[in-house]
């Protein structure tokens, strides 16, 4: 026994020191101090466990414990002083704010409590009072840590599992010592750990504490019903805000336990009270009804809120919660759903109207908008019922938050036709103007300028532009006006412009200009109005155009008049750049036969060169494009200029049937188009020498200068343009001495950067190069306009690109491109033989057919084989007509035999026949000859091998009929001249020779044709 209180004795002594300790830190502040913090935590973790397992030990053995009483006392003093300490600095709301010092500030609680508890059993007196005591410092603790739990958001784990457990062993042992309890400690007792378990959402332990507390024999006072109350208010509150779909039915239980557990105001003695469980019982009804409506339990939820209407007044929370209910208790299509939202409204607008609560009005426009989106019409009804109702009584600011919002449901939400939403809009504007004695705000106005102004956009997108003018008008009023800028009403008025510009109000447009924009007329400087006026002009003269009405007097005026907007928009303008910027913004999206258009594009770039066009001042040039290198951008602005003249006089091109074409492009058309992409030519020459410039520059101000570019499609566009020109004009066989379009499409492909190309891309840009060479080599060709100077161009560009391109195609892999190269090899062949056919040397014939590409090539091309023929046989008719001479005869005879003989292994059987024929045709008027015969003697050796459906080929038939015919013929007529003149035997032989071949070209008919011939032979010989 005295083993067991000596160490009893130096435990409690431990337990002295240490609060001792403890609480002279706190006194000295150096709990603030974060190494001491965190020595006295670790000293009171290992102290907690030791003070748990003692008093176990000592709970069954009390009596047998020996100690002072002096000792005793001491504990009891030391725990005291630490006790009221810790009061003092509960106070201290920064301990919350700092998790470390918190968690040390709970376990020094829990320990000093359960010294007192270890007090109060070694008290051999076991005096009451100390078992109360206990009993209290326990209830507080655990309320101190529900406290905590209401009052921080705590994140740090360790802190909230610490939390739980003190509230677990001080629950643990408040049990032990609750026969201690007295009047309302119980009570207390119950309460607190009902709050502890409803707020961890342990349903069935709240369940408990709540039936302890009613089966206790004392009533809760105002204070505790109070903490009931908002206990399960607030956790009920949190679930159903936290809670997306399942929720607890057990939560109303306790929810209208604790609506039936507040005091009847009768029942309450002062007015602080009664206004405090008033509010109470609202707030926790409306909570019931909520918590129905979501469990969709809509009978009790009705029930409940026409409690609240009966006691309390309809308000915005019952709104929110009735139209809530129908939400769920409808689908959106439901009618039902629509009337009894209507419904809510109109009962919660009289309960605003009869209670002169006008400030609750502005939050009606939320219900109005979310009332659209099922029915517009009715949400616009609303409104207007509103507004037209009682209006005297309604603030301005409301009134335009309610005008505002229900034309945003009108532009919106409102599906009715056009037409009806117009009618609705003026009716607004009506109302509003009626209602109104003072001057809207000024956001108020702009708010409605915009809803206007967004709509008729979307209307004029739509094209519906006589609708989208309605819109603009209703902006033109005296309440708009007032309080919006001259800039912003200078905006609408354009817009307004605009819509009467489509819709053909020509006399509108300046209607508007003149009565409307009087200052801005005055000024006359703003471009977009300049614009605007000058599409006016144009399109009005379209309209005389398409009329076919020749009033020459009004478009000379309107041309004219459009010539002072340019020039104006010059002044205006604050660059070159802007200016080029404003002129395309002018001649864009018109049709391109416009009479006054192509004057004005004919004035600005055909009449006058670019650097020519004279401004007001003679010495300004209007169309200069500036030559220093910060001019870059104003090339690339003026060049859109360019490309779009261009293309109106493409369009207008492309409308010429083919004799109209033959007889305006020469003179009308080429020359305009000549100066169009000279100017273009120039202007890229000029770019590429200031970029080069530019580039070698050193000086820092550079960097802002080689930002501008035009793209190689850009100018590939212009190339392209060129091209097809010509290439116009050769397929309308429209032959001019003065055309150069594909020289000029070569002179752009040569400004193009090759730097920024890949291989690819090379390769494309070279294919156009060799398009435009084989084209204009063909045209000049064809139309015999060729020069000495230009046939010798023409010959070096093209040997320099068939060898460029043979270096190409033994490089690539790809069979697109390879195909693609190829097929110009083979055009650039084809013009290289062309030029040759034209210029009639004999030398350079020879040299080509010794070129071993161009014959490995066409032994193996059909498609060069054939052009190669159709270029050889193409004075054939003038052969016929013996209208070449005779060198020309030779030299076109020595090119046919040529290229028969060279392709002749490579031809086809039927090919070799007809390109014979063709041949033997050509020559028909001259004396036969051994070569002749030895061409034909090669074809008739190589038919040897004719196959059996060739046989049958009848057009092959045909040719070895017309074959036997002509040789026999020719047989005939020399045997008739050896006859005559008494021919030697070389004639002889020749006689023989070509009925040799006669014969055997009948070997391959099957008409008995061979043996007549040979029967026929036979009789002359014999005559």
Same mark, same amino acid.
């Given at each position: 026994m005295a083993d067991i209180s000596s160490s009893c004795k130096s435990t409690i002594t431990e337990f002295v020191e240490a609060c001792n300790d403890i609480n002279d830190k706190f006194q000295k502040n150096e709990t603030n101090d974060s190494k001491i913090l965190s020595s006295l935590t670790n000293k009171i973790n290992l102290l907690i466990p030791v003070t748990e397992k003692f008093e176990r030990s000592i709970k069954t053995i009390p009596t047998l414990?020996?100690?002072?009483?002096?000792?005793?006392?001491?504990?009891?003093? +030391?725990?005291?002083?630490?006790?009221?300490?810790?009061?003092?600095?509960?106070?201290?709301?920064?301990?919350?704010?700092?998790?470390?010092?918190?968690?040390?500030?709970?376990?020094?609680?829990?320990?000093?409590?359960?010294?007192?508890?270890?007090?109060?059993?070694?008290?051999?007196?076991?005096n009451t009072n100390y078992g109360k005591n206990c009993f209290k410092f326990f209830v507080s603790l655990i309320k101190f840590c529900l406290d905590l739990y209401l009052q921080v958001n705590i994140i740090d784990k360790s802190l909230n599992s610490l939390i739980n457990k003190i509230i677990r062993k001080s629950e643990k042992y408040s049990d032990q010592l609750v026969h201690f309890s007295e009047g309302g400690m119980l009570t207390d007792f119950y309460l607190t750990n009902f709050q502890v378990y409803f707020h961890e959402k342990d349903l069935t332990n709240a369940a408990l504490y709540e039936s302890k507390i009613k089966n206790t024999d004392i009533k809760l006072n105002e204070n505790q019903i109070l903490e009931f109350c908002k206990t399960v208010y607030n956790c009920s509150l949190k679930i159903i805000t936290e809670s997306n779909n399942s929720l607890n039915t057990e939560y109303v239980v306790f929810l209208n336990k604790a609506s039936q557990m507040i005091p009847l105001q009768s029942e309450l003695s002062n007015n602080t009270s009664k206004s405090k469980f008033k509010n109470l019982k609202y707030s926790v009804l409306v909570l019931i009804a909520d918590y129905y409506v979501r469990l969709l339990q809509f009978e009790d939820a009705e029930i409940v809120i026409e409690e609240i209407i009966q006691n309390y007044q309809i308000d915005l929370n019952l709104v929110i919660l009735k139209i809530d209910m129908i939400k769920k208790k409808y689908s959106n299509t439901d009618p039902q759903l629509v009337i009894e939202y209507k419904e809510i409204l109109k009962r919660f607008i009289m309960s605003i109207m009869s209670n002169n609560n006008i400030s609750c009005l502005e939050s009606m426009t939320t219900f109005f908008c979310d009332l659209a989106k099922y029915s517009p019409e009715e949400a616009f009804s609303c409104f207007e019922y509103v507004l037209t109702n009682q209006t005297s009584k309604i603030p301005l600011d409301i009134i335009e938050k309610l005008f505002n919002n229900r034309l945003f449901i009108l532009t919106e939400f409102l599906n009715t036709s056009e037409e009806i939403k117009i009618n609705q809009l003026k009716s607004s504007f009506d109302d509003l103007q009626r209602i109104i004695d003072q001057e809207l705000s000024e956001t108020s106005v702009n708010s409605i300028v915009t809803l206007v102004w967004n709509y008729a956009k979307k209307l004029k997108k739509k094209s519906l532009i006589k609708e989208a003018l309605?819109?603009?008008?209703?902006?033109?009023?005296?309440?708009?006006?007032?309080?919006?800028?001259?800039?912003?009403?200078?905006?609408i008025f354009r817009a307004m412009q605009q819509c009467e510009l489509e819709l053909g109000n020509f006399e509108k447009v300046y209607y508007i200009y003149e009565k409307k924009m009087i200052e801005e007329k005055e000024k006359n400087n703003n471009f977009k109005t300049q614009i605007i006026l000058f599409k006016t002009k144009v399109k009005e003269a379209d309209d005389i155009f398409e009329r076919n009405e020749k009033e020459l007097n009004i478009l000379e005026k309107i041309a004219n008049d459009c010539k002072d907007i340019i020039l104006n928009l010059k002044q205006i303008s604050k660059s070159y750049t802007q200016f080029y910027d404003f002129l395309y913004a002018c001649f864009i999206d018109f049709k391109s036969n416009n009479p006054v258009l192509l004057y004005l594009?004919?004035?600005?770039?055909?009449?006058?060169?670019?650097?020519?066009?004279?401004?007001?001042?003679?010495?300004?040039?209007?169309?200069?494009?500036?030559?220093?290198?910060?001019?870059?951008?104003?090339?690339?602005?003026?060049?859109?200029?360019?490309?779009?003249?261009?293309?109106?006089?493409?369009?207008?091109?492309?409308?010429?049937?083919?004799?109209?074409?033959?007889?305006?492009?020469?003179?009308?058309?080429?020359?305009?188009?000549?100066?169009?992409?000279?100017?273009?030519?120039?202007?890229?020459?000029?770019f590429r020498q200031l970029k080069e410039m530019d580039i070698n520059s050193s000086s820092t101000s550079s960097n802002q200068l080689i930002t501008g570019s035009f793209t190689n499609t850009e100018i590939n566009w212009f190339a392209a343009v060129a091209f097809n020109l010509e290439n116009? &004009?050769?397929?309308?066989?429209?032959?001019?001495?003065?055309?150069?379009? &594909?020289?000029?499409?070569?002179?752009?492909?040569?400004?193009?950067?090759?730097?920024?190309?890949?291989?690819?891309?090379?390769?494309?840009?070279?294919?156009?190069?060799?398009?435009?060479? &084989?084209?204009?080599?063909?045209?000049?060709?064809?139309?015999?306009?060729?020069?000495?100077?230009?046939?010798n161009k023409l010959n070096a560009s093209i040997l320099k690109l068939?060898?460029?391109?043979?270096?190409?195609?033994?490089?690539?892999?790809?069979?697109?491109?390879?195909?693609?190269?190829?097929?110009?090899?083979?055009?650039?062949?084809?013009?290289?033989?062309?030029?040759?056919?034209?210029?009639?040397?004999?030398?350079?014939?020879?040299?080509?057919?010794?070129?071993?590409?161009?014959?490995?090539?066409?032994?193996?091309?059909?498609?060069?084989?054939?052009g190669c023929f159709c270029i050889a046989f193409n004075n054939y008719n003038d052969n016929k007509s013996n209208k070449i001479?005779?060198?020309?005869?030779?030299?076109?005879?020595?090119?046919?035999?040529?290229?028969?003989?060279?392709?002749?292994?490579?031809?086809?059987?039927?090919?070799?026949?007809?390109?014979?024929?063709?041949?033997?045709?050509?020559?028909?008027?001259?004396?036969?000859?051994?070569?002749?015969?030895?061409?034909?003697?090669?074809?008739?050796?190589?038919s040897s091998s004719l196959s059996d459906n060739e046989k049958e080929d009848p057009e092959i038939f045909s040719e070895f009929d017309w074959l036997s015919t002509h040789c026999w013929n020719v047989s005939i007529r020399c045997l008739i001249e050896e006859e005559e003149m008494q021919s030697n035997n070389n004639n002889t032989q020749l006689s023989k020779i070509w009925f040799?071949?006669?014969?055997?070209? +009948?070997r391959y008919l099957n008409n008995g044709k061979k043996e007549k011939l040979e029967s026929l032979r036979v009789e002359m010989s014999i005559r």
């Amino acid at each position: 026994m005295a083993d067991i209180s000596s160490s009893c004795k130096s435990t409690i002594t431990e337990f002295v020191e240490a609060c001792n300790d403890i609480n002279d830190k706190f006194q000295k502040n150096e709990t603030n101090d974060s190494k001491i913090l965190s020595s006295l935590t670790n000293k009171i973790n290992l102290l907690i466990p030791v003070t748990e397992k003692f008093e176990r030990s000592i709970k069954t053995i009390p009596t047998l414990i020996v100690l002072d009483d002096s000792l005793l006392l001491s504990l009891e003093n +030391s725990c005291s002083n630490l006790y009221n300490t810790l009061i003092l600095e509960s106070k201290n709301k920064s301990i919350l704010e700092t998790p470390n010092y918190l968690f040390f500030f709970l376990n020094v609680k829990y320990f000093v409590v359960l010294l007192f508890f270890i007090f109060h059993i070694l008290s051999k007196e076991c005096n009451t009072n100390y078992g109360k005591n206990c009993f209290k410092f326990f209830v507080s603790l655990i309320k101190f840590c529900l406290d905590l739990y209401l009052q921080v958001n705590i994140i740090d784990k360790s802190l909230n599992s610490l939390i739980n457990k003190i509230i677990r062993k001080s629950e643990k042992y408040s049990d032990q010592l609750v026969h201690f309890s007295e009047g309302g400690m119980l009570t207390d007792f119950y309460l607190t750990n009902f709050q502890v378990y409803f707020h961890e959402k342990d349903l069935t332990n709240a369940a408990l504490y709540e039936s302890k507390i009613k089966n206790t024999d004392i009533k809760l006072n105002e204070n505790q019903i109070l903490e009931f109350c908002k206990t399960v208010y607030n956790c009920s509150l949190k679930i159903i805000t936290e809670s997306n779909n399942s929720l607890n039915t057990e939560y109303v239980v306790f929810l209208n336990k604790a609506s039936q557990m507040i005091p009847l105001q009768s029942e309450l003695s002062n007015n602080t009270s009664k206004s405090k469980f008033k509010n109470l019982k609202y707030s926790v009804l409306v909570l019931i009804a909520d918590y129905y409506v979501r469990l969709l339990q809509f009978e009790d939820a009705e029930i409940v809120i026409e409690e609240i209407i009966q006691n309390y007044q309809i308000d915005l929370n019952l709104v929110i919660l009735k139209i809530d209910m129908i939400k769920k208790k409808y689908s959106n299509t439901d009618p039902q759903l629509v009337i009894e939202y209507k419904e809510i409204l109109k009962r919660f607008i009289m309960s605003i109207m009869s209670n002169n609560n006008i400030s609750c009005l502005e939050s009606m426009t939320t219900f109005f908008c979310d009332l659209a989106k099922y029915s517009p019409e009715e949400a616009f009804s609303c409104f207007e019922y509103v507004l037209t109702n009682q209006t005297s009584k309604i603030p301005l600011d409301i009134i335009e938050k309610l005008f505002n919002n229900r034309l945003f449901i009108l532009t919106e939400f409102l599906n009715t036709s056009e037409e009806i939403k117009i009618n609705q809009l003026k009716s607004s504007f009506d109302d509003l103007q009626r209602i109104i004695d003072q001057e809207l705000s000024e956001t108020s106005v702009n708010s409605i300028v915009t809803l206007v102004w967004n709509y008729a956009k979307k209307l004029k997108k739509k094209s519906l532009i006589k609708e989208a003018l309605e819109w603009f008008h209703q902006l033109d009023n005296d309440i708009i006006n007032n309080k919006i800028s001259d800039e912003t009403k200078n905006i609408i008025f354009r817009a307004m412009q605009q819509c009467e510009l489509e819709l053909g109000n020509f006399e509108k447009v300046y209607y508007i200009y003149e009565k409307k924009m009087i200052e801005e007329k005055e000024k006359n400087n703003n471009f977009k109005t300049q614009i605007i006026l000058f599409k006016t002009k144009v399109k009005e003269a379209d309209d005389i155009f398409e009329r076919n009405e020749k009033e020459l007097n009004i478009l000379e005026k309107i041309a004219n008049d459009c010539k002072d907007i340019i020039l104006n928009l010059k002044q205006i303008s604050k660059s070159y750049t802007q200016f080029y910027d404003f002129l395309y913004a002018c001649f864009i999206d018109f049709k391109s036969n416009n009479p006054v258009l192509l004057y004005l594009l004919d004035f600005l770039f055909v009449e006058n060169n670019c650097s020519e066009v004279k401004g007001n001042n003679e010495n300004e040039n209007l169309f200069e494009v500036n030559n220093s290198s910060s001019g870059l951008f104003s090339h690339l602005s003026f060049m859109r200029i360019l490309r779009l003249a261009i293309q109106l006089h493409l369009t207008n091109l492309e409308l010429l049937d083919k004799k109209i074409f033959i007889q305006e492009f020469p003179n009308i058309y080429l020359p305009k188009f000549e100066k169009l992409l000279e100017q273009g030519l120039n202007i890229l020459m000029r770019f590429r020498q200031l970029k080069e410039m530019d580039i070698n520059s050193s000086s820092t101000s550079s960097n802002q200068l080689i930002t501008g570019s035009f793209t190689n499609t850009e100018i590939n566009w212009f190339a392209a343009v060129a091209f097809n020109l010509e290439n116009k &004009c050769f397929q309308n066989d429209l032959y001019l001495n003065n055309m150069n379009m &594909c020289k000029v499409a070569v002179e752009y492909i040569n400004l193009i950067d090759k730097k920024s190309l890949n291989d690819l891309e090379l390769k494309e840009l070279k294919v156009r190069e060799m398009r435009c060479i &084989c084209l204009d080599c063909f045209y000049k060709k064809d139309g015999n306009i060729f020069n000495l100077s230009e046939m010798n161009k023409l010959n070096a560009s093209i040997l320099k690109l068939i060898g460029e391109s043979m270096g190409i195609l033994s490089h690539l892999n790809d069979e697109n491109q390879y195909t693609e190269i190829m097929d110009c090899v083979r055009e650039l062949w084809l013009a290289r033989f062309s030029l040759i056919d034209y210029e009639k040397k004999d030398q350079n014939l020879f040299n080509l057919f010794n070129n071993h590409n161009f014959i490995n090539l066409l032994i193996t091309d059909d498609e060069l084989v054939t052009g190669c023929f159709c270029i050889a046989f193409n004075n054939y008719n003038d052969n016929k007509s013996n209208k070449i001479s005779l060198k020309q005869f030779d030299f076109d005879k020595k090119k046919i035999s040529l290229l028969i003989n060279k392709t002749l292994p490579t031809l086809s059987i039927k090919e070799s026949l007809i390109y014979n024929r063709k041949y033997v045709e050509w020559l028909f008027h001259q004396d036969p000859d051994e070569e002749l015969s030895k061409l034909i003697r090669k074809i008739l050796t190589k038919s040897s091998s004719l196959s059996d459906n060739e046989k049958e080929d009848p057009e092959i038939f045909s040719e070895f009929d017309w074959l036997s015919t002509h040789c026999w013929n020719v047989s005939i007529r020399c045997l008739i001249e050896e006859e005559e003149m008494q021919s030697n035997n070389n004639n002889t032989q020749l006689s023989k020779i070509w009925f040799d071949l006669a014969i055997d070209s +009948s070997r391959y008919l099957n008409n008995g044709k061979k043996e007549k011939l040979e029967s026929l032979r036979v009789e002359m010989s014999i005559r």
